[in-house]
């Protein structure tokens, strides 16, 4: 809201500085002094119409059903006001432009209406003549801008369809990076389920031969004890009678 009403102040000021302007054109009689009223108008004019854009866009914004149809109202008005201030302005240009037409018609003869109406007459032609030429000029010279400008425009566009290309393959790239980055990202939770498979497996492998190990060492010390126990025991004497029969 500060905005909008900083927008709306603005151009309520620039209006009225404009209007001061045009009545000071009107109301003088000096040439220059009209001529530089007008710029300043002009210039105001512009500024003005520029505010009237952000206002607009700044309406654009507010959500209020009624807030919003006010300043649509105010906007309507200040566009009411532009329109005349400009209509004004141009009326004054044109004023002034035949009454330097006349004068300079006049002073390039040396006669007045008065005096020689038909040479006046001529020299008013030839002054319209010479402003018809300068007009024209003017116009080719615009043409010429407009031409520079389109020209200008279809370059611009051209660079921003290459832009937009540009964009769209580096999108591209970044899909393609992000798809092989979760493919990566796939095979590498993969192959660590895998080693920890592997790991489980080695394990298992490694406590069988500790068991293999075990057993056979326990085995062999085990027969070893016995050998030992048979050798240390006494001799059994019913074994040495049997013998001592046989002799």
Known sequence: ????????DAI?????????LVQVAQNTSDDLERS???EKAEKGLRS???????FKMEIRLVFDHNERSKYERELTNFEQSISQLTAEIKNLRSGGARSQLFMGANAGEGTSLNEDPVAAGDAVLDGASRL?????????????MIADSKMVASSTVEALKQQREQITNIEGDVL???DNLNRADKLIKNFGKRMATDKLIQCFACVNIMLVVGVVLYLVIKGGKDDDENRNAPESPVESRQLRGLY
């Open 48 to 54: 003005t119409k520029s505010n009237t854009r952000s």
């Open 1 to 8: 809201m500060a905005d909008i009403q900083y927008w709306k």
């Open 36 to 38: 530089a009223s007008l």
């Open 12 to 20: 309520v000021g620039e209006i009225e500085t404009v209007r001061n």
């Open 176 to 178: 393609r990076v992000k």
């Open 132 to 144: 018809q030429d300068k007009t024209g000029q003017s116009l080719g010279n615009t043409k010429q």
